[in-house]
């Protein structure tokens, strides 16, 4: 199977893009660590074998160290991470507080630049060749309105995210992917402001939102050992936004 042998710890699985990204790792042959904040979230996997859920914040690096250390345990030793969790911020410039831009920076690049660090020890104690798939944004490649705070985590974890991979590139490969207008949670609210869903529409040139699963087999491409010549890549999915 496609993702075979592959351990992988995924943040943020309790919806959307992480929620998909689990099932279709399990269903590719992958044993998956899954992070959630919310403890009705871990009832959506109540039937999905070769997982195991934990309820935590991702910033809580205890927890995180806990599942490494859980996973020599169980001989499903962590040698794939996904860094999905994260939080949209949309304010005016001016009322982005130094609180609230220290908020976003804690969950969207902070705790995925400790996670990244523990895991790289992690793995040079452990002497395994794992992958990393940092998921970015399209915003993070260009300019939106009102998305400075939330747009500026993403650039920075991207380019945290290329200076890691050439710094361990003989035993980590580390790439990040950056979906663009993707049918997750928010969508049909999203749907219900024809203005902004026709403009958004009209700025893509495949004329559609793109699909969970679209994201999720870029990431298990890059986790798997097909890709294995492919690190420090920046991968924008998104119907061709950023080229139109």
């Known amino acids: 199977m496609f993702l075979k042998n592959k351990n992988i710890l995924v943040t943020g699985v309790g919806k959307g893009l992480g929620k998909n990204m689990v099932e279709s790792f399990v269903k590719s042959g992958a044993f998956v660590y899954g992070v959630t904040r919310s403890r009705s979230d871990i009832n959506k996997f109540k039937n999905l074998k070769n997982l195991k859920v934990y309820l935590g914040d991702v ?19 962590i040698n794939c991470l996904v860094n999905n969790a994260g939080i949209r911020q949309r304010l005016k410039f001016q009322k982005i507080s130094d609180k609230k831009i ?47 705070g939330y747009s500026s985590t993403k650039g920075a974890l991207k380019s945290m995210t290329q200076c890691f991979a050439v710094e361990y590139a003989k035993k980590i490969r580390a790439n990040i992917v950056n979906p663009g207008f993707i049918k997750t949670s928010y969508f049909e609210k999203f749907k219900k402001n024809k203005t902004l869903y026709d403009w958004t529409i009209s700025k893509i040139p495949q004329n559609r939102w793109g699909e969970s699963g679209e994201i999720s087999s870029v990431v298990s491409f890059l986790l798997s050992d097909y890709s294995s010549y492919i690190t420090g890549e920046s991968i924008n999915v998104d119907g061709g936004w950023l080229r139109s």
């Open 59 to 77: 910033r809580n690096i205890r927890l995180i160290n806990k599942i490494f250390k859980q996973s020599i345990k169980d001989k499903k030793i």
């Open 102 to 148: 220290k908020d976003v920076f804690d969950i969207n690049f902070f705790s995925v630049f400790r996670i990244m660090r523990l895991y790289a020890k992690f793995c040079e104690e452990n002497k395994i060749n794992s992958s990393i798939v940092n998921i970015g944004s399209i915003v993070g490649e260009t300019g939106f309105n009102e998305l400075s």
